[in-house]
């Protein structure tokens, strides 16, 4: 099977702007959940999504915001963007909600803010 | 409330000896474990989890990891350290009958093997 895919893999944008990141799970994979990580704050959590209906939400602003569709793919906007949202995003999707699920992991998307 | 600690921000193993990279934990119901490593510039790989059972798990890459419950302890360990095992490593838990599935991450260990 393929793994996950997040486009695009590379971003600059400056400061007010907004941004879209995809993610496309693994086939068959329908729980989708997103994460922040910077060297000073290491890896956190956003949301997570299953079968459309976002289900855990991390601490951060409304800036942040996301959806899946009905085929899992996911995407993740952040609006008003500022320079601290400069970071690595990842994807990650499992199969279903089991405790005992693994996550898998994109490669990311790296967005740097000017 | 869950949580995960990683106490080493960085280890440091000659290649050819054994690596140990800890990992603790707080849960208040039955642990899921799971041990992530990150190369440079990509994303998590998925290396072992412990689930029930045998306490030491057995992954990729050569890796294996302990689980001592009376410790809460899930330390990753490697008999003989490759330079390419350099990387981070992470460590996360879920809490059995935790409603909200959310994993909780530590924050994360960079091992450095050196040639």
């Known amino acids: 099977k393929a793994g996950v895919t997040q486009t695009p893999r590379y971003l600059i944008k400056t400061r007010g702007q907004q941004v879209t990141l995809s993610c496309s799970p693994i086939?068959?994979?329908?729980?989708v959940s997103w994460y922040q990580q910077t060297p000073g704050q290491g890896l956190q959590f956003l949301f997570e999504?299953?079968?459309?209906?976002?289900?855990n939400k991390g601490n951060f602003p409304g800036r942040f915001s996301g959806r899946q569709f009905s085929n899992s793919r996911s995407e993740m906007n952040v609006s008003t963007l500022e320079l601290g949202d400069s970071a690595l995003y990842l994807c990650?999707?499992?199969?279903?909600?089991?405790?005992?699920?693994?996550?898998?992991f994109g490669p990311g998307t790296r967005l740097t803010v000017l | 409330a869950q949580s995960v600690a990683q106490p080493e921000d960085q280890v440091n193993v000659a290649e050819g000896n054994p690596l140990t990279v800890k990992c603790t934990y707080s849960?208040?119901?039955?642990?899921?474990l799971f041990w992530y490593v990150q190369y440079p510039n990509r994303g998590l790989q998925f290396l072992l989890k412990y689930i029930t059972g045998d306490n030491l798990v057995k992954g990729s890459y050569g890796f294996e990891a302990e689980f001592n419950k009376s410790q809460t302890s899930f330390h990753l360990k490697k008999p003989s350290a490759l330079v390419s095992d350099s990387a981070l490593y992470f460590c996360a838990v879920r809490e059995g009958g935790d409603s909200n599935y959310q994993l909780i991450w530590g924050a994360g260990t960079k091992l450095i093997i050196k040639p």
């Open positions: 086939s068959g994979h329908r729980s």
């Open positions: 849960v208040s119901g039955n642990p899921y």
């Open positions: 990650a999707s499992s199969p279903g909600l089991a405790l005992t699920d693994t996550q898998y």
């Open positions: 999504y299953f079968s459309e209906t976002q289900r």
